[in-house]
Nanobody, 117 residues
Framework: QVQLVESGGGLVQAGDSLSLSCAAS????????MGWYRQAPGKQREAVAL???????NYPDSMKGRFTISRDSAKNTLYLQMNSLRPADTAVYFC???????????WGQGTQVTVSS
């Protein structure tokens, strides 16, 4: 089992920056992929950024340029730096992890990000 706890969400204005954190605990040694997803009201959950255990990052084309994923392995913490935020970025942001052996997927409880115009 892996536990994920997000923090850092809040209400910001368009153009602002915000940083999210995800503290991971439990059987994290088997995790080979972590990332951030988001879900806006009435929309499907979508990937924002992914990072492998080797540190390789991947961003969907629509997310490139304004979002940066990183991690601190010593602190078992995942980060998402979001710049030039837009009202369309308003969503609940979820932390994600996948076990390399079982394929089990884990999700945090989510943190709300609201961008006002």
């Amino acid at each position: 089992q892996v536990q994920l706890v997000e923090s850092g969400g809040g209400l910001v204005q368009a153009g602002d920056s915000l940083s999210l954190s995800c503290a991971a605990s439990g059987n994290i040694f088997n995790v080979n992929l972590m990332g951030w997803y988001r879900q806006a009201p009435g929309k499907q959950r979508e990937a924002v950024a992914l990072i492998t255990f080797r540190g390789t990052t991947n961003y969907p084309d629509s997310m490139k340029g304004r979002f940066t994923i990183s991690r601190d392995s010593a602190k078992n913490t995942l980060y998402l730096q979001m710049n030039s935020l837009r009202p369309a970025d308003t969503a609940v942001y979820f932390c994600y992890a996948r076990d390399r052996y079982s394929g089990d997927e884990y999700w945090g409880q989510g943190t709300q990000v609201t961008v006002s115009s």
